[in-house]
Structures are given as structure tokens and as C-alpha cells.
């Protein structure tokens, strides 16, 4: 079945180190891969998104991710966190070309610890 | 207005009650989605709205759900004789009309929390 799979729920790294959120999705079709940012009660932010250009995709915030297809990945990096940076992110992708509703993984909460 | 807008924000309901929710989308924009967000889930699609067509419901969990798009801009998602697992979070989404094989970023409401006791 077409999915996103998101590895780990929750993720806690100090300040200044590195940031890696794990995605993996499953398409029959080259899929359309984003990140999304949520923040406690607010809505949805684009981090980034693939579609089939590059494959290294940079992002707002300093977020930047690859899309490896042989891996079936499209993982989530930045170099140092920050404090800001705790939040909870989302994968999702267009696995379908004919629907344009996106499916979503089940998001992984990032703690940042000073 | 700048962004999605919905509301109510929050909404506390006791089951078999009705509810309505409403999205405001970014002005221009011609197509509108509704997803449900689940404590500890993912985003879940309910049903898409893309300018005249008819609206894609097939992510709508029953026939409890409906919604309805007036004049191409506003919409109501309705849930009839709600069940306490209807408790959620319902975001609303709304992107300009993507034409052919192109893909327009969608850009999400702050969302309705729905409580049904």
C-alpha cells in the first residue's frame, strides 16, 4: 500500500547538535515529498519539498533534506538545532498523480535540551 | 485575509450533537482540502475541493461526514450525530488551482479542535 512512514515519534537532541528526522515513503508513482513544521496550536508551515528537481532540497531555517530514491527516503537534517526548533514535524507526500490530497506520516515531536 | 482562516478554534459538543465547522481560504485560491488530525496520528484526508469539479470525498470516514463549498471560496465541513471519536483537530488547507502535472504548495489553517464529551 502507498504510505509514509515516519521512524520515531519523538526525537531529542541538545542544542547545537545535529537534527535528523526520518522519512520513508512507498509509491508506485515518483512521488512529490515535503516536510512540514507545526507548532503548538498553530497550523501547518511548508519546510521544504521535493518534486522531482534536485534531489538535495534546502529549506527554511536552515532544514534541508535528499530525496534517495533507491532508499525510498526522504529524510530531514540541520546541522546544529536550535531552541526554536522544537516543534513537531511532519512528512508527507503526493503518491498519487491523480489525487492531490497528500498523505502524511505520524509526525515526529523534536525536543531541543539547552 | 492573509492566511486560511477557521473557525470556531475550539468546540466542545456532546455526542449525537451536530456540528458545522468553517474554512476561510486564501482569497484566489481554487482548491480547498479538509484533513483530520488525531491525537498522536498523522494528518488524515477527509475530501477536496478543486474550483467547479466535483469534490474528492473519498477520505471521508462515513456518511456522518459532509461538506460543501459555496461560491467557490468558503466551506463548511459538517459532522452529523457526532461519536466521541470524532475528536480531533480538522485543518483545513487551501492552494491555487494546479493545472496538469503541476503541484501548488497547500497552505494550512490553525485548525478547530473538536472535543465531543
Known amino acids: 500500500a502507498q504510505s509514509v512512514t515516519q521512524l520515531g515519534s519523538h526525537v531529542s537532541v541538545s542544542e547545537g547538535a545535529l537534527v535528523l528526522l526520518r522519512c520513508n515513503y512507498s509509491?508506485?508513482?515518483?512521488?512529490?515529498l515535503f516536510w512540514y513544521v507545526q507548532y503548538p496550536n498553530q497550523g501547518l508551515q511548508l519546510l521544504l519539498k521535493?518534486?522531482?528537481?534536485?534531489?538535495l532540497v534546502k529549506g527554511i531555517n536552515g532544514f534541508e533534506a535528499e530525496f534517495k530514491k533507491s532508499e525510498t527516503s526522504f529524510h530531514l537534517t540541520k546541522p546544529s538545532a536550535h531552541m526554536s526548533d522544537a516543534a513537531e514535524y511532519f512528512c508527507a507526500a503526493r503518491l498519487d498523480t491523480g489525487r492531490r490530497a497528500l498523505t502524511f506520516g505520524s509526525g515526529t515531536r523534536l525536543q531541543v535540551q539547552p | 485575509g492573509a492566511g486560511v482562516s477557521q473557525s470556531p478554534s475550539n468546540k466542545v459538543t456532546e455526542k449525537g450533537k451536530d456540528v458545522e465547522l468553517r474554512c476561510d481560504p486564501i482569497?484566489?485560491?481554487?482548491?480547498l482540502y479538509w484533513y483530520r488530525q488525531s491525537l498522536g496520528q498523522g494528518l488524515e484526508f477527509l475530501i477536496y475541493?478543486?474550483?467547479?469539479?466535483?469534490?474528492?470525498k473519498s477520505g471521508l470516514p462515513s456518511d456522518r461526514f459532509s461538506a460543501e463549498r459555496t461560491g467557490g471560496s468558503v466551506s463548511t465541513l459538517t459532522i452529523q450525530r457526532t461519536q466521541q471519536e470524532d475528536s480531533a483537530v480538522y485543518l483545513c488547507?487551501?492552494?491555487?488551482?494546479?493545472?496538469?502535472?503541476?503541484?501548488?504548495?497547500?497552505?494550512f489553517g490553525p485548525g478547530t479542535r473538536l472535543t465531543v464529551l
Open positions: 475541493f478543486q474550483g467547479n469539479s466535483a469534490p474528492d
Open positions: 509509491s508506485s508513482v515518483p512521488p512529490y
Open positions: 488547507a487551501s492552494s491555487f488551482m494546479a493545472s496538469g502535472g503541476n503541484w501548488n504548495e497547500q497552505f
Open positions: 521535493y518534486t522531482s528537481a534536485a534531489t
Open positions: 482569497s484566489g485560491h481554487t482548491a
